[in-house]
């Protein structure tokens, strides 16, 4: 099992920044691709950001790319979301997922609570 708890989201004005953090633990997420979705009440959630387990290979959604970087820090059993230049229409819930697969597919097993974005003009 996964435990995956995010933080870092909050309010910010357009233009702004913002890093979210998705802490694992339970086992070791090393092998397992990890991705951020987003969803807004109505909407689907979305894949925003993917990253590989091992290669570091990463996905972004056309809406983020060029603004937002996924990484994960495998001693600290930690990925992130840097979040540049953020828009209004990036307001969201944010969610963490682990997965077997790359990307990570709606289906999978692990998720994280989600942490509340807030992008203000």
Do not use: H
């Not at 993917?50 to 990925?79: E, Q």
């Not at 709606?106 to 509340?116: P, V």
């Amino acid at each position: 099992q996964v435990q995956l708890v995010e933080s870092g989201g909050g309010s910010v004005q357009a233009g702004g920044s913002r890093r979210l953090s998705c802490a694992a633990s339970g086992r070791t997420f090393r092998g397992l691709a990890m991705g951020w979705f987003r969803q807004v009440p109505g909407k689907e959630r979305e894949l925003v950001a993917a990253i590989t387990p091992y290669s570091g290979t990463t996905y972004y959604a056309d809406s983020v790319k060029g603004r937002f970087t996924i990484s994960r820090d495998s001693v600290k059993n930690t990925l992130y979301l840097q979040m540049n230049s953020l828009k209004p229409e990036d307001t969201a819930i944010y969610y963490c997922a682990a997965d077997n697969t790359f990307p990570p597919k709606e289906s999978c097993n692990y998720w994280g609570q989600g942490t509340q974005v807030t992008v203000s003009s």
